[in-house]
Protein backbone atom coordinates (compact mmCIF):
# COMPACT_ATOMS: atom_id res chain seq x y z
CA UNK A 1 0.00 0.00 0.00
CA UNK A 2 0.94 2.99 -0.78
CA UNK A 3 0.45 6.95 0.86
CA UNK A 4 0.23 9.97 -1.60
CA UNK A 5 -0.98 12.99 0.46
CA UNK A 6 -2.46 16.10 -1.23
CA UNK A 7 0.28 17.85 -2.87
CA UNK A 8 0.73 21.99 -1.59
CA UNK A 9 -2.39 21.09 0.50
CA UNK A 10 -1.02 23.39 2.98
CA UNK A 11 -0.07 26.40 0.84
CA UNK A 12 -3.57 25.77 -0.78
CA UNK A 13 -4.96 25.67 2.72
CA UNK A 14 -2.91 28.69 4.30
CA UNK A 15 -4.08 30.92 1.16
CA UNK A 16 -7.73 30.29 2.01
CA UNK A 17 -9.20 27.57 -0.38
CA UNK A 18 -11.47 25.00 2.17
CA UNK A 19 -12.93 22.70 -1.21
CA UNK A 20 -9.85 21.07 -0.83
CA UNK A 21 -10.58 17.58 1.10
CA UNK A 22 -6.92 17.34 1.61
CA UNK A 23 -5.01 14.40 2.32
CA UNK A 24 -2.21 15.44 5.46
CA UNK A 25 -0.23 13.58 7.30
CA UNK A 26 -0.43 14.73 11.46
CA UNK A 27 3.47 14.60 12.64
CA UNK A 28 3.00 16.07 16.54
CA UNK A 29 0.12 16.05 18.37
CA UNK A 30 0.17 18.75 21.63
CA UNK A 31 -2.91 18.78 24.17
CA UNK A 32 -3.35 21.93 25.16
CA UNK A 33 -5.39 22.50 28.69
CA UNK A 34 -6.48 25.84 29.90
CA UNK A 35 -9.40 26.11 32.27
CA UNK A 36 -12.56 26.39 32.35
CA UNK A 37 -11.85 25.35 28.27
CA UNK A 38 -11.94 21.53 27.78
CA UNK A 39 -8.64 20.16 26.61
CA UNK A 40 -8.42 21.30 22.90
CA UNK A 41 -5.37 19.55 20.71
CA UNK A 42 -2.97 21.68 18.28
CA UNK A 43 -1.60 19.59 15.11
CA UNK A 44 1.33 19.38 12.95
CA UNK A 45 0.13 18.83 9.81
CA UNK A 46 1.97 17.98 6.68
CA UNK A 47 1.70 17.70 2.98
CA UNK A 48 4.91 16.03 2.36
CA UNK A 49 6.67 19.51 1.38
CA UNK A 50 5.21 21.63 4.19
CA UNK A 51 3.90 21.54 7.50
CA UNK A 52 1.89 24.08 9.68
CA UNK A 53 0.07 24.48 12.41
CA UNK A 54 -3.80 23.29 13.46
CA UNK A 55 -6.00 23.37 16.27
CA UNK A 56 -9.07 21.04 16.37
CA UNK A 57 -12.54 21.86 17.26
CA UNK A 58 -13.46 20.41 20.75
CA UNK A 59 -16.06 18.03 19.00
CA UNK A 60 -13.45 16.32 17.76
CA UNK A 61 -11.61 15.13 21.42
CA UNK A 62 -12.77 11.90 21.13
CA UNK A 63 -10.93 10.98 17.90
CA UNK A 64 -7.61 11.94 20.22
CA UNK A 65 -8.75 10.35 23.50
CA UNK A 66 -9.82 6.68 21.65
CA UNK A 67 -6.86 6.45 19.34
CA UNK A 68 -8.10 7.29 16.54
CA UNK A 69 -5.57 9.90 15.23
CA UNK A 70 -2.24 10.17 16.55
CA UNK A 71 1.47 11.12 15.52
CA UNK A 72 2.15 9.36 11.80
CA UNK A 73 -1.67 9.16 10.77
CA UNK A 74 -2.51 9.65 7.49
CA UNK A 75 -6.32 12.01 8.03
CA UNK A 76 -8.47 13.69 5.53
CA UNK A 77 -9.70 17.31 6.19
CA UNK A 78 -13.29 17.17 5.64
CA UNK A 79 -14.23 20.31 7.10
CA UNK A 80 -11.59 23.39 7.63
CA UNK A 81 -11.22 27.27 7.65
CA UNK A 82 -7.60 29.37 8.11
CA UNK A 83 -7.88 32.43 10.39
CA UNK A 84 -5.19 34.72 11.77
CA UNK A 85 -4.18 34.79 15.48
CA UNK A 86 -2.12 37.18 16.63
CA UNK A 87 -0.86 37.88 13.46
CA UNK A 88 0.24 34.04 12.09
CA UNK A 89 -1.95 31.97 10.04
CA UNK A 90 -4.11 28.98 12.19
CA UNK A 91 -5.78 26.11 10.57
CA UNK A 92 -8.70 25.05 12.17
CA UNK A 93 -10.58 21.41 11.85
CA UNK A 94 -14.13 21.10 12.11
CA UNK A 95 -14.24 17.77 10.73
CA UNK A 96 -11.53 15.16 9.87
CA UNK A 97 -11.28 11.32 9.10
CA UNK A 98 -8.64 8.49 9.69
CA UNK A 99 -7.34 7.48 6.56
CA UNK A 100 -4.37 5.32 7.82
CA UNK A 101 -3.63 4.98 11.59
CA UNK A 102 0.35 4.33 11.73
CA UNK A 103 2.22 5.57 8.93
CA UNK A 104 6.41 6.41 8.67
CA UNK A 105 7.14 9.88 8.01
CA UNK A 106 6.29 10.99 4.81
CA UNK A 107 8.79 13.38 3.08
CA UNK A 108 10.84 16.01 4.67
CA UNK A 109 8.29 18.71 5.21
CA UNK A 110 9.48 22.30 6.50
CA UNK A 111 7.16 24.49 8.58
CA UNK A 112 5.94 26.73 5.88
CA UNK A 113 6.12 30.44 6.78
CA UNK A 114 3.76 32.51 4.56
CA UNK A 115 6.38 35.24 3.18
CA UNK A 116 6.00 39.01 3.36
CA UNK A 117 3.86 39.06 6.69
CA UNK A 118 4.89 39.25 10.11
CA UNK A 119 4.07 35.29 10.55
CA UNK A 120 7.52 35.09 10.75
CA UNK A 121 7.86 36.72 14.15
CA UNK A 122 7.97 34.07 17.23
CA UNK A 123 5.50 34.13 19.96
CA UNK A 124 5.86 33.73 23.03
CA UNK A 125 4.54 29.80 23.84
CA UNK A 126 1.75 31.03 26.01
CA UNK A 127 -0.16 33.11 24.20
CA UNK A 128 -0.36 31.21 21.09
CA UNK A 129 -1.86 28.67 22.93
CA UNK A 130 -4.76 30.75 24.81
CA UNK A 131 -5.68 32.50 21.82
CA UNK A 132 -5.77 30.02 19.25
CA UNK A 133 -7.77 27.82 21.94
CA UNK A 134 -10.25 30.64 22.76
CA UNK A 135 -10.98 31.64 19.48
CA UNK A 136 -11.66 27.64 18.74
CA UNK A 137 -14.14 27.57 21.22
CA UNK A 138 -15.63 31.31 19.80
CA UNK A 139 -16.29 30.50 16.27
CA UNK A 140 -19.16 31.27 15.11
CA UNK A 141 -19.81 33.79 18.06
CA UNK A 142 -16.40 35.68 17.47
CA UNK A 143 -15.57 38.24 13.81
CA UNK A 144 -13.60 35.99 11.52
CA UNK A 145 -11.72 37.92 9.54
CA UNK A 146 -13.16 36.76 6.00
CA UNK A 147 -16.43 36.87 7.37
CA UNK A 148 -18.32 40.50 7.21
CA UNK A 149 -19.21 42.08 11.23
CA UNK A 150 -22.30 41.62 12.37
CA UNK A 151 -24.25 42.79 15.49
CA UNK A 152 -27.65 42.21 16.72
CA UNK A 153 -30.23 45.08 16.52
CA UNK A 154 -33.85 45.23 18.34
CA UNK A 155 -36.29 45.23 15.73
CA UNK A 156 -39.60 46.75 17.22
CA UNK A 157 -42.63 45.84 15.59
CA UNK A 158 -45.92 47.17 16.54
CA UNK A 159 -48.83 44.84 17.31
CA UNK A 160 -52.71 45.63 18.38
CA UNK A 161 -51.89 46.05 21.59
CA UNK A 162 -48.64 48.17 21.16
CA UNK A 163 -46.08 45.57 22.51
CA UNK A 164 -42.42 45.35 20.57
CA UNK A 165 -41.64 42.30 19.05
CA UNK A 166 -38.63 40.82 21.04
CA UNK A 167 -37.09 38.98 17.99
CA UNK A 168 -33.42 39.87 17.18
CA UNK A 169 -31.83 40.18 13.79
CA UNK A 170 -28.55 40.32 12.18
CA UNK A 171 -27.80 43.20 9.71
CA UNK A 172 -24.43 44.06 8.74
CA UNK A 173 -22.48 46.97 10.10
CA UNK A 174 -22.14 48.16 7.35
CA UNK A 175 -26.33 49.28 6.34
CA UNK A 176 -27.51 52.40 6.82
CA UNK A 177 -30.67 52.85 9.10
CA UNK A 178 -33.96 53.07 8.28
CA UNK A 179 -36.48 55.80 9.17
CA UNK A 180 -37.84 53.62 11.84
CA UNK A 181 -34.35 53.12 13.39
CA UNK A 182 -33.85 49.41 12.30
CA UNK A 183 -31.02 48.45 9.92
CA UNK A 184 -32.40 46.61 6.52
CA UNK A 185 -29.97 44.97 3.71
CA UNK A 186 -28.87 46.46 1.02
Not at 39 to 62: E, I, K, P, T
Not at 72 to 81: A, E, K, L, P, Q
Request: include cysteine.
Amino acid sequence: MTVELTPNAVVAIIGGNVDLKPLLQVTDINPIRLTPLPVCYRLMVSDGVWSHHAMVAFQLNDLFGTDQVRKGSVVRFTDYICTEVQDRKLIVVMNMETIVLDWELIGNPKQYVQSGTTAQTALPKNNFQQSACGNIHMIGQGPVSSMPNVRPTFQSESSSDNVPNPRHTFHPESSAPSRDGTRKLN
